[in-house]
Nanobody, 115 residues
Framework: QVQLVESGGGLVQPGGSLRLSCVAS????????MGWYRQAPGKERELVAI???????NYADSVKGRFTISRDNAKNTVYLQMNNLKLEDTAVYYC?????????WGQGTQVTVSS
């Protein structure tokens, strides 16, 4: 069984930066898409960024130019570099990995942007 573990969340002031990581462990042969999603209180979960197996990326309009998604296939890890954070980026951030036979979510990591 594949498990995903996120890290890197925390409290940061507006304009600050954080780097999230998500690593997969277990019986892994190949991972197709790796993505980051977030859910703010009272809102639906939304896509933040996604990266394909060929490293093509797609971002939510609200984070373009501020967030960068990357992956290290050898480490089964995806990263989300978040710069110039805004109050509205506050949410629980989840990673999601998709392979040919399974899809898994991480447990979530809290990101709080506050002055």
């Amino acid at each position: 069984q594949v498990q995903l573990v996120e890290s890197g969340g925390g409290l940061v002031q507006p304009g600050g930066s954080l780097r999230l990581s998500c690593v997969a462990s277990g019986r892994i042969f190949s991972i197709n898409a790796m993505g980051w999603y977030r859910q703010a209180p009272g809102k639906e979960r939304e896509l933040v960024a996604i990266i394909s197996s060929l490293s093509s990326t797609n971002y939510a309009d609200s984070v373009k130019g501020r967030f960068t998604i990357s992956r290290d296939n050898a480490k089964n890890t995806v990263y989300l570099q978040m710069n110039n954070l805004k109050l509205e980026d506050t949410a629980v951030y989840y990673c999601k990995f998709t392979a040919s036979t399974w899809t898994n979510w991480g447990q979530g990591t809290q990101v709080t942007v506050s002055s």
